[in-house]
């Protein structure tokens, strides 16, 4: 199923334009308040549970519609999307006449779009128009039915025949339904509709040249939306439709993503790509998991529309179509760019390698071995230790013994002030460790690794970059220096204005997936402001992408259209701080 989201496209103007709340008496009026206080405040949650309980509590008060509707629109912002639908069909069922109606029509539409269905959107978008009596809501919603008729399909146009409009308001909404209907292809049923509408210049609209194709450019998005991983695939997507919103006000030209649910499955993402290099989408964000991307890069190999995946961090993902970019630093890279900072800037001769054994760990581990080889270094030894290992004794004894010799327990060891000590408590140096394990690896094992007196300097990935890390202390964590792209700082102008951007939209701080779906879409819209318009030059513009300082981090792409940017940190002052290599 399509999905143009549209999830906000209105949510700003509503706060301005809903009638005024009817000012109620006594506790009921200070009940009102209070949760009227916490919706716009952004604490959606909390409104809802207080307008629940005037719901419950004042079933026959006067202003109970009022109650109820915002109860409605509550849990619309809360997510709660079927919970709204239940109510807000309850309101409009009780409440026909309301003053609220033609509002209540539009968050069904809304919640629709939000749940994959189109069809249904579309016919509340039409009815909010018939009931709406605000110029201002009218333009906005003729652009909401142009979209999600755009994503129904062609026998969406039986169903609008059937909603009763006032003479004065059937043209305007029959030609706006048209533009969706030709911005699909369905060109018979665009002039089936506006058969309805004498003043509509048939023709000129349903031609080539009436639609305007040069104005409209296509953008599927390919995002888990529903199943285990639909929160993250929701993430991303509120920072792409921020962009999408923000080049529509900054050019005038509509830009609104196609949206498409792959459920988190493989294959389905894979049909889903198939659909839209086959209906001539001009790019493509997406899909979320590296297992995904792979499929959907694959598809795309006999096609040159531009896919970026902008949280896959497998290696070798770009390598399956020319037109394929990945905005995440893939796991390969990172244990290639330890490597080359243990020998180019630590002049480290020899290595050894400690990695969990999960798959993930070891292409990090692998690539940071056949790098630091290639560049004429030694690596001593690599130790797998399981997930959920917690004693790491033999695999630092073996590290000792390959460095040094075989350290036999007959053998008596003294210390520079002449005392005997064990085995293991020998001090060891070597140039260089390289551990790809996680936050609560690391804090069982760094202890493990100073109690035997095996010293190195540390090297790391994202794992390094975590309070239960930091928390260990230097005397533990010692000199160590990790890779990671997933560290949230807002240090760049672009970052700082997106943070404040988002903020302002949905009322809260976001995080990296919304940071990456925004500079997938941001680097989009660089390349139509650019007057790239086809896949072949969009696909251009990215490839020569370097230096861009986006909301996640900077993005340069490399020779296989990764993401080669990479920042270095080490820990200092129980927190991780950024290395700049001269």
Request: one cysteine or more; glycine letters at 8%.
């Amino acid at each position: 199923m399509q999905v143009t989201s549209v999830k906000y496209i209105l949510g700003a103007v509503l706060l301005l334009a809903l009638p005024a709340a009817i000012v109620e008496a006594g506790d009921v009026d200070a009940s009102f308040r209070k949760a009227y206080e916490q919706l716009n405040a952004g604490n959606y949650p909390k409104a809802n549970q207080l307008f629940a309980e005037l719901v419950a509590s004042h079933p026959d008060h006067m202003n109970a519609a009022t109650h109820l509707f915002f109860k409605a629109k509550s849990e619309y912002y809360a997510a709660r999307l079927e919970q709204a639908n239940r109510d807000l069909e309850r309101f409009l069922e009780r409440y026909p006449n309301s003053e609220y109606a033609a509002y209540a029509y539009l968050f069904l539409g809304n919640s629709y779009y939000r749940l994959s269905r189109p069809e249904q959107a579309a016919v509340n978008y039409a009815n909010s128009y018939r009931f709406s009596r605000d110029k201002k809501l009218d333009q906005l919603l003729l652009k909401a039915v142009e979209t999600a008729v755009a994503n129904s399909p062609s026998k969406i146009v039986e169903k609008l025949r059937a909603i009763p409009f006032a003479e004065d308001r059937t043209c305007p909404f029959v030609i706006s339904a048209a533009r969706g209907l030709l911005g699909r292809g369905h060109r018979q049923a665009a002039r089936s509709l506006l058969s309805s509408c004498p003043e509509a210049d048939i023709d000129r609209l349903t031609s080539p040249a009436g639609h305007s194709p040069g104005q409209q450019v296509q953008v599927g998005v390919v995002l888990p939306l529903s199943g285990e991983l639909q929160k993250y695939g929701e993430q991303l997507l509120e920072g792409i439709n921020l962009k999408a919103e923000q080049y529509g006000r900054e050019t005038g030209i509509r830009l609104t993503p196609a949206v498409y649910d792959s459920k988190g499955e493989n294959l389905e993402a894979a049909r889903v790509v198939k659909r839209l290099t086959d209906e001539g989408f001009t790019a493509a964000i997406g899909p979320l998991t590296s297992e995904a991307t792979a499929v959907a890069s694959a598809v795309l190999a006999c096609s040159d529309m531009p896919l970026i995946a902008p949280a896959a961090s497998e290696g070798g993902l770009t390598e399956l179509s020319e037109s394929c970019f990945q905005l995440q630093p893939n796991l390969d890279w990172q244990g290639i760019r330890m490597a080359d900072l243990a020998v180019q800037w630590l002049k480290a001769d020899t290595a050894a390698i400690i990695t969990p054994s999960t798959p993930e760990n070891l292409r990090m581990a692998r690539a940071f071995g056949e790098r630091f080889e290639e560049l004429g270094g030694t690596v001593l030894a690599v130790e797998y230790f399981r997930s959920r290992e917690t004693d790491f004794g033999p695999y630092i004894r073996d590290i000792k013994s390959l460095a040094v010799g075989e350290l036999l327990d007959s053998i008596t060891y003294v210390n520079e002030d002449g005392d005997t000590i064990e085995a293991e408590e020998v001090p060891v140096w070597i140039d260089c460790i390289y551990i790809p394990a996680d936050a609560a690896q690391l804090r069982q094992l760094l202890p493990q690794i100073h109690f035997y007196n095996l010293n190195a300097a540390y090297l790391g990935g994202d794992g390094w970059g975590s309070s239960e890390v930091y928390k260990l202390g230097e005397s533990i964590t010692k000199t160590c220096y990790f890779s990671s792209g997933v560290i949230a700082e807002a240090v760049g102008e672009n970052a700082q204005r997106f943070v404040m951007d988002f903020d302002h939209k949905y009322g809260r701080q976001p995080g990296r997936l919304e940071a990456l779906g925004y500079d997938a879409m941001e680097l989009i819209c660089r390349a139509l402001k650019s007057g790239y318009r086809s896949r072949a030059e969009i696909s251009r513009y990215l490839s020569g992408v370097q230096g861009y300082s986006g909301a996640a981090g900077a993005v340069s792409f490399g020779r296989n259209r990764e993401n080669i940017e990479l920042p270095i940190y080490t820990i200092e002052d129980s927190g991780p701080k950024q290395v700049v290599f001269e």
